[in-house]
């Protein structure tokens, strides 16, 4: 399990243009961590980074407690980009079905993230019928149908109403209680209390 | 269940769902070959030396059709994010992802081609063949055609650069098939064309997935 999450001397480049350099941070259990900074900044370069997708142009991220970094980011973390990886065509039962059991979740995984999202009416529909918001809570549901220790999330909060952030709020507080990591990238506050880290100056 | 099933079963799900899975690639396959008679006239003696390779390069035109598909929706929707950072590695998604492009259009096409070499007067003891030739070389077909939708992404026109890219992967399959009918259409058995052919499928199975995988890493980076 990921104990602790250590990015040092972090820098990344898109193209001829060097986003931000010598970033360093830590997150620790129990801790969320909200990247700030303007549009275009970097937050979601950097937290693709994190996730091992994109490579930095310098620095490391490193995950304390386990052997493999890769294997860690397989089975311990959840990306939940701004884009929800939903496919329009298909029924969100279907949809959240693949992105859970892609994430090893089970039956019971999913039955429990139905409820704690309300899907219950939702999932008979085509996901190109959703609301913005709707869309959201069908793409977190995987965060509580597979519990993995780091959550990394861009915006997860932006399509949401207030009652759905606070639920969501409640969903990443209790997430954190249990000594699990978040990772957003944000513009509103997150409704939990965070550390931020302000990124691209 | 293992990731890599419902993965396939998705595939599967995604390529009936839009686009009606083999049916725009069978469609294709018989406008071809129907209308070849029309356009080269209906004599039973010269179509039925040329059926059974008419049926086989359809069989590769038609495989090309719905690849561009194959690996855009999941990199323009975001989907590509969570298959680059699943439990398997990327080379057995890419992997998942070409068997099922064969399993939804390759494998109804070499079922076809057999009927349409027939159709068009080709004699019927050349049908296992061709079918044989359908099955495997649809597979290499596939992952070969695969390596090009998987390069071709995150391009503008994707459909144009995965043809320019996969025709010449195509051609020595389509040689070793072309020459495997030949030899039996003269009574040679063409166990050696198909020998080739199986050999050439072998390595696009097993080399493909490597590069489709990194071609998708280097346009999530």
Redesign the interface.
């Known amino acids: 399990m990921i104990s602790r999450i250590q990015v040092e001397d972090l820098a990344i480049r898109r193209g001829e243009r060097m986003l931000f350099e010598h970033l360093g941070f830590t997150v620790e259990p129990g801790e969320a961590v909200a990247l700030v900074g303007r549009n275009g900044a970097g937050k979601t370069s950097l937290l693709r980074a994190v996730a091992g997708l994109l490579r930095p142009a310098a620095g490391t991220v490193r995950f304390a407690g386990v052997q493999d970094a890769a294997e860690a980011r397989a089975s311990d973390l959840h990306l939940i980009g701004h884009l929800d990886g939903l496919k329009g065509g298909r029924t969100a039962r279907e949809e959240l079905a693949f992105a859970a059991g892609w994430c090893g979740a089970d039956a019971a995984g999913l039955t429990r993230a139905a409820e704690a999202l309300d899907l219950g009416r939702l999932l008979d529909l085509e996901v190109r019928k959703l609301s913005a918001g709707q869309r959201r809570r069908v793409g977190l549901a995987r965060l509580v149908a597979a519990p993995r220790t780091l959550w990394v999330l861009d915006e997860p909060l932006a399509p949401l109403d207030t009652v759905w952030r606070e639920r969501v709020g409640q969903l990443i507080a209790d997430h954190l209680a249990g000594g699990g990591m978040l990772l957003a990238a944000v513009h509103d506050p997150l409704p939990v209390p965070a550390r931020a880290v302000e990124v691209g100056g | 269940?293992s990731?890599l099933l419902?993965?396939l079963r998705?595939e599967l799900?995604?390529a009936w769902?839009?686009g009606g899975g083999p049916l725009p690639a069978l469609a294709f396959y018989a406008g071809v070959t129907t209308l070849l008679p029309l356009a080269i006239g209906p004599e039973p003696d010269r179509l039925a030396v040329i059926a059974p390779g008419i049926a086989w390069l359809a069989l590769a035109l038609a495989s090309l059709l719905s690849l561009e598909r194959l690996f855009e929706?999941?990199y323009e929707?975001?989907?590509?994010?969570?298959?680059?950072?699943?439990?398997p590695a990327l080379e057995a998604v890419c992997a998942v992802k070409a068997l099922s492009q064969w399993l939804a259009t390759g494998l109804p096409l070499a079922l076809a081609a057999p009927v349409a070499a027939l159709m068009l007067g080709a004699p019927l003891s050349l049908a296992p063949v061709i079918l044989v030739c359908a099955l495997v070389g649809g597979l290499a077909f596939a992952f070969v055609g695969g390596l090009g939708a998987a390069l071709a992404l995150g391009s503008r026109r994707g459909g144009l650069l995965i043809a320019v890219i996969v025709l010449p992967l195509f051609a020595p399959p389509v040689i070793f098939g072309g020459g495997a009918l030949s030899q039996a259409a003269s009574g040679l058995g063409g166990t050696s064309g198909l020998a080739l052919l199986c050999a050439w499928a072998a390595a696009a199975v097993a080399l493909s997935p490597v590069a489709m995988a990194a071609a998708c890493r280097n346009a999530?980076?």
Do not use: I, N
């Open positions: 269940m990731p419902v993965l998705r799900a995604l769902g839009r929706r999941d929707d975001g989907a590509m994010d969570l298959l680059a950072l699943g439990g999530l980076d």
